[in-house]
């Protein structure tokens, strides 16, 4: 990372991005002057073994209330991805507490989760899932391989994706969801506090859809779409806007409605300004 040299288009010109890394003061916001990727100044503070044990799904001590924050997620994505789903053979790439596992294997021939964290391992065992810790205790190849939230985590996606794309049947898919760097609260609404408390030093990089697609085609894959979601209700903006703190989608709740949100989104991803990403990769 000396220089900043950019992982993606090895432009040695960025510049620092507004906010703050709300665990690091020593770690800045850089954005590539050139195709705009957004990445952290250092990645060294992720050691050898940091996700093995880095408690990020609350394991060991309380797995439940991390699968109640993820289940809106778990049942969105499953929603969206049934059809590909349905009697095909799938993996959940970095597959956390098992949430979307225990939806996909449902309807999936079979469906295997890889996931790192230590502490979880109890918990998926518990519930039933196969689960690998690496992906050479995997077998056989998939026709659908998901990562919701993982490759922003990885210093170097690009070997990621080539590894998980040898683990694809010929007309298998890899679904790849990030948060954005393009999201509304920071580009367009640019809201001071936002941008001290949604950076994050476990977060190495942010990728909007042009620099999304930049990755796949870095990683020798076609780009089948890119979507764009969001997650978060017109109540939790207003909410950061009026107060300057998370929890709006909870405290004003009542201002919400699924009517009023499908045309925020729609009106946010025509803006290209959603909070997530989604795309599929072949």
């Not at 906010?19 to 100044?41: Q, T, W």
Request: net charge positive.
């Amino acid at each position: 990372m000396s220089g900043y040299k950019c992982y993606l288009c090895g432009c040695a010109e960025s510049k620092k991005r507004p906010g703050k890394v709300r665990d690091s003061a020593s770690l800045e916001i850089r954005e590539c002057c050139s195709c705009g990727l957004v990445f952290l100044s250092s990645f060294e503070h992720i050691k050898k073994n940091f996700y093995q044990d880095s408690k990020m799904h609350a394991a060991p001590l309380d797995t439940a209330a991390s699968c109640r924050a993820t289940r809106t997620d778990d049942l969105r994505r499953f929603h969206f991805l049934s059809a590909a789903i349905e009697n095909r053979e799938v993996l959940d790439f970095g597959c956390g507490n098992g949430g979307f596992l225990r939806k996909a294997n449902k309807l999936a021939a079979r469906a295997d989760g890889l996931e790192i964290e230590r502490g979880l391992k109890k918990h998926h065992k518990e519930l039933g899932l196969n689960v690998s810790d690496s992906l050479t205790g995997l077998k056989g190849k998939y026709d659908l391989i998901t990562a919701f939230h993982v490759i922003e985590h990885i210093a170097d996606p690009v070997a990621k994706l080539k590894k998980l794309a040898r683990l694809l049947k010929d007309s298998g898919e890899i679904i790849v969801e990030v948060p954005s760097s393009a999201d509304a609260m920071l580009t367009l609404f640019q809201s001071k506090a936002f941008s001290e408390f949604t950076y994050w030093s476990c977060h190495l990089y942010l990728f909007n859809s042009s620099t999304l697609g930049l990755l796949a085609q870095k990683a020798g894959l076609r780009v089948n779409y890119i979507k764009h979601i969001q997650r978060y209700p017109v109540s939790n903006h207003l909410h950061w806007l009026s107060k300057g703190v998370p929890g709006g989608h909870q405290k004003w709740s009542f201002l919400d409605s699924p009517e009023l949100h499908a045309a925020y989104e729609k009106q946010l991803a025509s803006l290209g300004a959603t909070d997530t990403v989604v795309a599929s990769f072949s």
